[in-house]
């Protein structure tokens, strides 16, 4: 297992940013959670599979809900609960191992991003597990059944869930991970729009025949390339491609910026008119939570699964939704889909057209 340093970790949770493609939960508090760990004298432990005994539990921790904003109307509604001293997504992972009878050996990611990856490192290093190299998505996702654990046929169940205000419960069985992703959702708009989860507890046999692995030090190697770029004044966008084996989809100036919390997601739409080379030319970004459909002048451009990262050049950060502002500056790269995501049942769970768009998925890079 290794140590992972305070800029080992900051290296995972940039790079989560990135491949978090507008989702993935905030940067700024992944970051805090990263910190808060550190202050108490927490370790943070990557493990690989083979570091496993196959029988060992591991589970998978994350906050499922939208990621905007609150409003005030939604602050008021919920101001007479009160929220609980401890993490909810510690609560959460006690709560099932009482139902196991047993305790999770390690924890695992559910998807890259700011916030769930440093979830899961949090839970780990708070409750002293090691966090597995691999996660189930090998970027951020918008719902519960777009792992490849429900590619693999891996069950959900047993799974936790509880709010930050205590309130809990275990699922002994669903129908499926889409029939799993309605119920969790469903908590979630009732509980401030973020639930903790525990789910896909299983051996690290299962586990690490079911995820994409080494995707945590791939996130620290996106990471490692933006920051080193960054920090010496070099193209940090141009080392995130080329670290990722991407490629440059567009820059420009963003002239439309919109979104709505619907149903436990963030619905959003991005509009970008070209500068430079791309003068003339519009990039439209739609997301769901992540950015999964774009058009270049009105016809479609990359799509999911590939990854389309736009970062805000004004701030020099990873542009996470669905906070771009018109005006802004940014770039926008693409980087290649993980290969379990391109196969014909892949494109069936996570293509284009299971978000209901009549186009074939072409690979961009």
Not at 89 to 101: H, N, P, V
Not at 118 to 140: E, N
Not at 326 to 347: C, F
Request: aromatic share 10%; net charge negative; hydrophobic share 40%.
């Amino acid at each position: 297992m290794r140590k992972l340093t305070r800029e080992n970790l900051l290296d995972i949770i940039y790079g989560g940013a990135i491949l978090g493609t507008g989702g993935g939960g905030s940067l700024e508090e992944g970051l805090a959670k990263i910190d808060e760990a550190l202050s108490l004298g927490k370790e943070f432990m990557l493990a690989d599979f083979s570091e496993m005994n196959s029988d060992d539990i591991v589970g998978t921790p994350y906050a499922c809900g939208a990621i905007s904003p609150l409003t005030e109307e939604e602050i008021k509604k919920y101001a007479r609960l009160k929220e609980t001293d401890e993490s909810f997504y510690i609560l959460c992972m006690r709560q099932l191992e009482r139902f196991l009878g047993r305790e999770v050996s390690a924890v695992i990611s559910t998807e890259l991003g700011a916030g769930n990856t440093a979830t899961a490192l949090y839970v780990g290093a708070m409750t002293g597990r090691p966090i597995m190299d691999g996660d189930p998505a090998g970027r951020s996702v918008p719902a519960l059944q777009h792992s490849t654990y429900f590619l693999h046929g891996v069950p959900m169940c047993p799974m936790s869930v509880m709010n930050r205000f205590g309130e809990g419960a275990v699922f002994t069985n669903v129908f499926d991970d889409e029939r799993g992703e309605d119920m969790v959702r469903a908590l979630a708009v009732v509980s401030q729009n973020t639930i903790a989860v525990m789910d896909h507890v299983n051996t690290a046999e299962v586990i690490g025949n079911s995820v994409i692995r080494g995707a945590i030090s791939y996130a620290e190697a996106i990471g490692h390339a933006y920051r080193s770029a960054k920090a010496a004044g070099e193209d940090y966008v141009k080392a995130v491609t080329e670290a990722g084996k991407g490629r440059m989809m567009f820059a420009g100036t963003v002239t439309e910026s919109s979104f709505e919390t619907r149903d436990g997601y963030t619905w959003g739409d991005t509009v970008i008119e070209g500068t430079g080379e791309y003068a003339g030319h519009s990039l439209h970004i739609w997301y769901q939570n992540e950015n999964i459909i774009s058009w270049l002048d009105g016809e479609y451009f990359v799509t999911v699964p590939d990854l389309i990262c736009v970062f805000n050049l004004d701030e020099a950060l990873p542009q996470l939704n669905p906070y771009a502002t018109v005006g802004e500056h940014v770039a926008v790269t693409a980087l290649p889909a993980p290969e379990d995501w391109k196969t014909e049942r892949g494109l069936e769970v996570f293509g284009p057209k299971s978000f209901g768009y009549d186009v074939e998925y072409t690979p961009y890079c």
